[in-house]
């Protein structure tokens, strides 16, 4: 935690995931379990998200996706609210950065939210991020 109050992209996005549990092998690599704490963990999330750092820019991406998941879905029990304008807003900057699950993740925020030609922007960046992917697959199994 420490490491991303430093600006470490890193850091934020281990110490995000770490204290909102949405990756438990996470706490195994921390020495064990971890008591999680949703609030404190988007907070770091989106201090990851909002580091311009291009050395370490899949890190920001990653931590902007998780911390637009979170706020698309929501959370029971009233812990967090769900907050569509702040899944879009992360989620676009993931897209943004290359994320191809943060460019479906906000146009399905969008479609869900009856915004039908704001969505199909994000599904089409998708669409060809996931078909370059295939075609690189396709492209390294014939090379072999």
């Not at 935690?1 to 995000?16: E, P, S």
């Not at 311009?52 to 029990?77: I, R």
């Not at 994320?99 to 479609?111: H, S």
Request: glycine fraction near 10%.
């Amino acid at each position: 935690m420490k490491a991303c109050d430093a600006d470490d992209a890193v850091g934020c996005d281990f110490a995000g995931k770490l204290l909102t549990g949405c990756e438990p092998s996470l706490s195994a690599q921390a020495g064990g379990p971890i008591k999680t704490d949703v609030v404190r963990g988007l907070a770091y999330l989106e201090h990851g998200c909002q580091l311009k750092s291009s050395a370490q820019m899949f890190e920001s991406s990653e931590s902007c996706y998780a911390a637009a998941f979170f706020y698309a879905a929501g959370l029971k029990g009233g812990v967090l609210a769900r907050d569509d304008e702040k899944a879009i807003a992360l989620g676009s900057r993931a897209c943004e950065l290359g994320q191809m699950r943060a460019c479906k993740l906000v146009g399905d925020v969008y479609q869900r939210a009856g915004k039908p030609e704001q969505a199909e922007p994000f599904h089409r960046r998708f669409a060809q991020m996931e078909r370059q992917i295939k075609e690189q697959v396709s492209l390294e199994m014939q090379r072999t």
